[in-house]
């Protein structure tokens, strides 16, 4: 087979593409929502389960660790379809939604949590221990102290995070979530061409994680340390 012999418009239809956009975009609002607020929810349940993680209690550490190796041995779709089809059995109903936003925030939850205790950890001890000798408690520390340095840490890998989100709400189409895939999908089943469908959502996703992207440069600039320069050296007199 030489090049000259390939159908390149089943592989690639620019006038379908370009015909196609505003109706694949009538799907953008539903994957930035849900990429956004999973990814809020990751954080909160995030930030318990990593001072779960580094409690005194045992027993809250256990518990973190067993939430944590569940939800990453546990594929996102398998969720999805407990929390939508599952769910409704016990007669607890969720709408597509719900499930999608709640799916991806236990999931991402577990992942968050690790990546923001190894940022706390990694913030030197001897922090902690002349900041309790002023009279501070465990509460005052992590929140005044510990908090702001572990954050600018933890940033570039929960930007990560966000931009699987992202990526990931793909499968809410699963779940008759009417984001870009899902609204890609239909097109490609009308016109009989799906593969110029899948390769402009897979644009529109890298455009979307292009523009995370700068968001993420911004707020690492944000939270960079400031550059002090010593003062120079006086001779003395």
């Not at 999973?38 to 973190?64: D, E, Y």
């Not at 594929?75 to 799916?103: E, R």
């Not at 009279?135 to 572990?150: D, E, H, M, T, Y």
């Not at 990526?167 to 799906?194: C, H, R, W």
Request: hydrophobic share 50%.
């Amino acid at each position: 087979m030489i090049l000259s012999d390939i159908r390149w418009d089943y592989i690639f239809n620019p006038q379908l593409a370009l015909e196609s956009i505003p109706f694949v975009l009538e799907g953008l609002s539903y994957t930035i929502a849900i990429s956004l607020l999973s990814f809020i929810l990751s954080l909160i349940g995030g930030t318990i389960l990593a001072l779960m993680r580094i409690s005194r209690s045992r027993l809250l550490r256990i518990l973190a660790r067993f939430y944590i190796s569940f939800f990453r041995g546990v594929p996102v779709l398998v969720t999805l379809f407990f929390l939508y089809f599952g769910l409704p059995l016990a007669n607890l109903m969720l709408t597509a939604i719900q499930a999608s936003v709640l799916g991806f925030g236990l999931t991402s939850s577990a992942y968050s949590s690790e990546i923001i205790r190894s940022a706390i950890e990694s913030i030197d001890k001897g922090q902690w221990e002349a900041a309790q000798s002023l009279g501070l408690n465990r509460r005052k520390v992590l929140r005044k102290i510990i908090f702001p340095q572990a954050t600018r840490i933890a940033i570039p890998a929960l930007s990560n995070v966000l931009l699987d989100l992202v990526k990931g709400s793909s499968l809410t189409a699963m779940i008759t979530v009417p984001e870009i895939f899902q609204k890609a999908k239909i097109v490609g089943g009308a016109n009989n061409d799906y593969m110029t469908m899948y390769f402009l959502v897979a644009i529109i996703y890298w455009i979307i994680c292009v523009i995370y992207g700068f968001l993420q440069d911004y707020l690492e600039r944000l939270y960079k340390p400031d550059q002090i320069t010593p003062p120079s050296k006086r001779m003395p007199p």
